[in-house]
């Protein structure tokens, strides 16, 4: 019984080894082109030298009919070499190997057979020395596949031997008898070689297993050491060590790398839309896009939450850089869904090199920090290489911090007060408080330079308690139906004590909170989502209401406008720009205008500076605006004869001259915009 399942096995595929079954199939396809090129040739040489001797359909179309088989089946092969078989189709594939080995086998052997009575002796020698030579090419290149090597010697050596003993030649009779004990070799070589190949293939699996078992120990190690969880990056651990390596390589004069950081935009209103688990899933899909730039002169790294370095071991020019740094971005921009939703971010990426623009790991690391704080509050989602012109800034910047500290607040800090028109009642019905500073050493200064430095300090608390002080002062003097837009700081709203000392300075104001509108800008509230609905709530309760500034030039969230207590949008001027020469801004306004009227919230339209402007704003259903169009910024002291002018124009069509201009207006287009606290 053993023996015929040894027999069985011997002619069947070792379907329950894929490994076997792999090897096997891929040692296999490496011999097919010599094993069609001995059997062809050698077909094609016998019928040649028959050609005068046997009819043509022995001699001419039998022989291509099989050489067309060959050719067919070596073609298919050679085009599906690089084809990734499953375990069952490389199963199959062995099978089919083995049938069509004894097809061939018998339809090469009976053309031989038929082929020999035409000629004479040396003709028929050649058949005869045709089918040894040409089974035991074959035989040899089927030796991986050990039933296909065996099925074919059995269905070529017991017919040959039959058939050249029945001619009762000597000679043939003594070759048949020599292709037998050939036969019997060979199915012995092919056992043995089969079993070796066996046992290597096994040997190379536990060498492997073994390697595997070794290197995940390794990678463990070094992932828990270097690695980041999340993203499977190296971590900040060892992007700092690489740096410091670098470092101490690139000593000489002319050697240098770069370093880039990046840092997600809009991954904090991921975190508070869809929840922190799905904020893990897009660091991991950003982790794994990165991955894709990696190279061995190229390191990434994740920093900690959504911030990311990058070091560029051979330094590249500054156009490389950039376009490095725009494939990336590219790739970053690109939607990630996750979790049945859709996550739109971009990447912002700060360049500094080394040592030109630092000496240090730690400097390297400020300047493309710097290099990353510029590119998000001017170029979100592009790349920022530090420059000479970032040094001039920091280098104003800590001037303006230093000035800021000793300067008398009181004194040097004044407003200027925009009015906010009602187009329906032709009639300004509030102002916004604008903030200004001069400064005896800087002298002016512009509102984005200080509030920004004064936002990454303490300093901004005081700057804004000083200002709504002075704004609510002049509130007394303004009509008792007229409001007072004041923006406020991210800082502001970054705790509950720091919104209660807004509302403990209205209410010694005096000034009814119903009538004090508190202003704040979308980009302000990705910081820290909930502390600013927490804060916005405790403003809307003590009866002050509640803005959202430049709607639409942050990550226009529907969440905000759902989840906050506002009362009001104003809709950013630069889609107002357009509005007279562009549909889109135009219906992007009256889309944010119609979301207002379902919600029950105002809208306020900034930045109307003509006439067209006007005309179709108020057409598709706007009411209150601000701009050049209805006054400039103006001091406190200016808002009286602005009154009474604006008082003396009402009920007249509105036009640049109908409201009026007064003296002593300050600012221009470029010190307009409302910035922090402006």
Same mark, same amino acid.
């Given at each position: ?131 040894? @030579? ?22 070529? %050596? ?233 040094? @001039? ?81 002049? %509130? ?76 639409? @030039? ?34 992007? %306004? ?50 009286? @004869? ?37």
């Amino acid at each position: 019984m053993d023996s015929v399942r040894e027999l069985k096995e011997a002619f069947s595929v070792a379907s329950g080894d894929p490994e076997l079954v792999r090897s096997q199939l891929q040692a296999f396809g490496r011999q097919i082109p010599l094993l069609y090129f001995i059997l062809m040739v050698n077909t094609i040489a016998v019928a040649v030298t028959h050609y005068r001797f046997a009819p043509k359909w022995v001699v001419v179309y039998t022989p291509a009919f099989l050489c067309l088989i060959c050719t067919i089946r070596c073609v298919n092969w050679w085009k599906a070499r690089h084809r990734v078989l499953t375990h069952e189709h490389a199963v199959s594939e062995l099978r089919k190997t083995t049938r069509l080995a004894s097809i061939l086998g018998a339809g090469f052997s009976i053309w031989s057979f038929t082929l020999f009575p035409y000629g004479g002796p040396y003709e028929q020698a050649q058949v005869a020395f045709y089918m040894a @030579t040409t089974l035991v090419g074959c035989v040899f290149c089927l030796m991986h596949v050990r039933a296909a090597a065996l099925s074919l010697l059995l269905i070529v %050596v017991i017919p040959f031997t039959v058939f050249f003993v029945s001619t009762r030649q000597p000679v043939f009779v003594a070759m048949a008898v020599d292709m037998m004990l050939v036969g019997t070799a060979l199915c012995f070589i092919i056992h043995i070689y089969y079993l070796n190949f066996s046992q290597l293939v096994q040997s190379q699996r536990d060498l492997l297993a073994t390697q595997i078992r070794t290197q995940t120990l390794s990678d463990e190690n070094f992932r828990l050491a270097s690695i980041d969880s999340l993203t499977s990056l190296p971590n900040r651990r060892s992007f700092f060590s690489s740096l410091a390596e670098l470092a101490q390589q690139q000593l000489a004069p002319m050697h240098r790398f770069d370093v880039g950081l990046i840092d997600l935009d809009g991954f904090k209103q991921v975190n508070d839309v869809y929840g922190h688990a799905t904020g893990d899933q897009v660091l991991s899909e950003v982790g794994r896009r990165l991955l894709t730039f990696a190279t061995p002169d190229v390191l990434l790294s994740r920093l900690g939450g959504d911030e990311f370095g990058i070091i560029v071991k051979m330094s590249r020019s500054n156009d490389a850089l950039v376009a490095l740094a725009e494939k990336i971005c590219e790739q970053l921009s690109r939607p990630y869904w996750v979790s049945g939703n859709v996550a739109e971010l971009s990447g912002t990426i700060g360049w500094a090199t080394f040592p030109q623009t630092a000496t240090t790991v730690e400097q390297l690391f400020e300047r493309a920090d710097y290099a990353l704080y510029f590119g998000k509050e001017s170029q979100r989602g592009r790349p920022v290489i530090y420059s000479a012109e970032h040094e @001039t800034r920091i280098r104003r910047a800590s001037l303006i911090a230093q000035e800021l500290r000793r300067a008398d607040l009181e004194a040097e800090l004044y407003l200027v007060f925009q009015p906010i028109y009602d187009v329906m009642q032709q009639k300004p019905v509030g102002f916004e408080a604008l903030a200004r500073w001069q400064n005896v050493p800087l002298g002016q200064v512009q509102p984005d330079e200080f509030i920004r430095v004064a936002e990454r300090t303490d300093l901004i608390l005081h700057v804004t308690e000083v200002l709504l002080r002075k704004a609510l002062a002049e %509130v007394h003097h303004w009509p008792a139906s007229f409001c007072l837009s004041f923006n406020l700081s991210v800082i502001d709203i970054s705790s509950l004590p720091r919104s209660q000392r807004l509302l403990d300075i209205v209410s010694l104001s005096r000034v009814p909170p119903s009538r004090v509108n508190f202003e704040i800008t979308e980009t302000a509230l990705t910081r820290d989502f909930e502390q600013a609905r927490g804060s916005l709530a405790l403003i809307k309760e003590a009866g002050c209401s509640v803005s959202l500034d430049d709607f639409g @030039t942050g990550y226009s969230s529907l969440t905000y406008i759902h989840r906050l207590p506002f009362d009001q949008i104003k809709i950013d001027r630069s889609f107002v720009a357009k509005v007279d020469a562009d549909a889109a801004s135009r219906n992007i %306004v009256k889309s944010v205008m119609d979301l207002c009227n379902n919600l029950e919230l105002r809208c306020v339209v900034e930045g109307v500076e003509t006439q067209s402007q006007l005309d179709i704003l108020r057409d598709i259903g706007g009411v209150i605006m601000q701009g050049y169009f209805f006054g400039r910024p103006m001091r406190a002291e200016a808002i009286g @004869t602005y009154l009474a002018e604006a008082a003396a124009h009402l009920g007249h069509p509105l036009n640049p001259a109908g409201v009026p201009q007064p003296a002593g207006t300050a600012g221009s287009a470029g010190t307009l915009a409302p910035i922090g606290l402006t």
